[in-house]
């Protein structure tokens, strides 16, 4: 766990030897009295995935917009080596960016596909070629209102692909897809950091997302990053902890609740015969080890994730 | 390369401009209006052509007071705000785009999609764009204040309304009430663009001094020959200040 400007992510060591293509330096943005973004500042390397946690108003999509150029902020961002406030536009050549709510015109998918083509200098091939790359070559000739969901965020991210970018800002990626096109998204996504060592930054409220994508999480709170995690931090602590329902034998029932609590748990026999405890996630087996060494037989279990208690 | 994105804009722009029912409503109810004008004009006349300033050309004049500057503001109030609030506008400028060609791009691909009608009278052609251009100036301004579509368009009809009716009636007023100096009363007209348009548009067509008004006679007196440069020098000053203003609001806002 890191906190304040932690740069690598920890145990990535290649990361350190990779290129930095993003610096976010003491980044602040007030709307009025609100303090939107407070002091940001972090680092993001060549094939790292960097995921922006944080409840609404945390602070995640006006920190992507100011990465653009969109909102004008106190501080710095450096783009590959760039100043997005200085050259904006140039930034922007090395930056793709698919938003939360896809807004195209009312165009064709080869059509809307060639005219971001345009403005960013890249020939029809390129446009075929991420036609068929991102499975939308069925859809070419489609209407774009009338794709799906996640047909959309594909066209989004081609979009994003068009120059080859670099770097790829992501809003709530998987936001408005179905559970199978999640999943199929961030096999994509998570192929173009690999293979192609992209930057992405994407602003997230999901779990999943954060464990499938991203290699650190920078926790946003009230516009203030406040830490940087690992995947596995941010579970626990999101879900700090986890209540197990165990099933003992009955006349053992008082010793295995007073094992548990005199372990350090908070644990209690509920009305339906069985005994309650709650642990951190990630030390369940413990309590189950407490109670063998006791020689006290657990028959079965349930698990509830930050379920309330009894 | 730079040309080439600003083109690329404009056209997709021009596209998006075209298929605003509104414009198209208004350059509709113009033409319909503009043509039985002219047709119940030349009947009572019993000839064709350019006959000067007459009943015809005072009403047209008249019209294009009225459909000019509502063609203008809503379609320019529509640009921006419409964009934003459908996320266009953050999608183009989140690309390799500045502001300013986003900005303008929206205003010559709007410009050229009102062009159509404005064309209609090639006398008046050259007010008449200097005109439009204002009021999409002004439009695009207010599109750049506010954020919804919905409040751009009521922004740009109470705009129309101060523009064609409250300015005339406060200059009716003003003059009833103060009793101004004919240069006061040009003054007077030179701020409000549309009069500015009115006072050209019936000069460009050898109107008579009667038909001038105290301020226009005024006018004919103080500049002479140079009087259609002094009213194009304001209406393109006016339509420089309208698109420097929604270029300053718009750069100001800082989003999208």
């Given amino acids: ?310 | 390369m730079e040309l080439r994105l600003f083109w690329t804009v404009a056209r997709r722009e021009l596209r998006e401009a075209l298929r605003n029912k509104w414009l198209w409503l208004y350059a509709a109810g113009f033409a319909a209006l503009a043509l039985a004008l002219s047709r119940a004009g030349l009947s009572a006349a019993g000839y064709s052509g350019l006959g000067g300033f007459g009943r015809t050309a005072a009403s047209l004049i008249n019209a294009l007071l009225l459909f000019v500057p509502l063609m203008g503001l809503s379609v320019g109030a529509a640009a921006l705000a419409g964009d934003r609030e459908r996320g266009t506008l953050l999608y183009l400028l989140a690309q390799p785009v500045s502001r300013a060609q986003g900005l303008g791009a929206a205003g010559l691909a709007l410009a050229a999609a009102g062009g159509g009608s404005a064309s209609i009278y090639l006398a008046l052609a050259g007010y008449t764009l200097l005109l439009a251009l204002t009021a999409l100036g002004l439009g695009l301004a207010l599109s750049a204040l506010t954020r919804k579509a919905a409040t751009a368009a009521g922004a740009a009809l109470v705009a129309w309304l101060g523009l064609v009716f409250f300015a005339d009636l406060g200059l009716v007023g003003a003059t009833l009430a103060l009793r101004p100096p004919p240069s006061g009363l040009l003054a007077w007209v030179l701020v409000n663009p549309l009069q500015t348009f009115k006072l050209g548009a019936i000069y460009s067509l050898h109107a008579t001094l009667d038909t001038l008004g105290p301020a226009g006679q005024y006018a004919v007196y103080r500049f002479g020959d140079a009087l259609p440069i002094l009213l194009i020098g304001v209406l393109a000053a006016w339509c420089a200040a309208s698109f420097g203003a929604a270029w300053l609001l718009f750069a100001r806002r800082g989003d999208a």
């Fill in chain 1, 1 to 310: 766990m890191g906190t304040g400007t932690v740069t690598a992510q920890p145990g990535k060591s290649s990361a350190d030897a990779q290129a930095e293509t993003v610096r976010v330096e003491r980044v602040s943005k007030r709307y009025g009295q609100r303090a939107a973004l407070r002091g940001v500042t972090f680092t993001a390397h060549a094939g790292e995935a960097v995921a922006l946690w944080g409840a609404n108003g945390a602070g995640k999509s006006t920190l992507l917009k100011a990465m653009l150029g969109l909102v004008q902020c106190q501080g710095e961002i450096l783009i590959g080596g760039q100043s997005v406030r200085r050259a904006g536009k140039a930034v922007r050549r090395l930056v793709g960016y698919v938003p939360q709510e896809m807004a195209f015109y009312d165009e064709r998918v080869r059509a809307t596909l060639g005219f971001y083509a345009q403005l960013k200098g890249v020939g029809a091939a390129r446009v075929d070629e991420l036609i068929d790359r991102l499975g939308l070559a069925g859809h070419a000739d489609a209407a774009v209102a009338a794709l799906s969901g996640g047909l959309k965020q594909r066209l989004a991210l081609a979009v994003a692909l068009l120059a080859d970018p670099p770097v790829l800002l992501l809003d709530e990626p998987t936001a408005n897809l179905d559970a199978a096109a999640q999943q199929d998204y961030l096999r994509l996504l998570a192929d173009l950091r690999t293979r192609e060592g992209k930057t992405i930054l994407f602003a997230s409220h999901r779990l999943e997302e954060v464990e499938a994508l991203a290699d650190r999480v920078l926790l946003l709170e009230q516009g203030e990053l406040v830490v940087i995690l690992t995947p596995t931090e941010l579970l626990a602590r999101v879900l700090p902890e986890v209540e197990l329902t165990l099933w003992v034998p009955a006349d053992r029932r008082l010793e295995a609740v007073n094992t548990l609590t005199g372990s350090g748990w908070s644990a209690h026999a509920n009305g339906r015969g069985t005994v309650v405890v709650r642990v951190r996630a990630g030390h369940k087996a413990q309590p189950f080890q407490a109670l063998q060494a006791r020689g006290i037989a657990v028959d079965d279990f349930e698990l509830a994730r930050g379920g309330a208690w009894n």
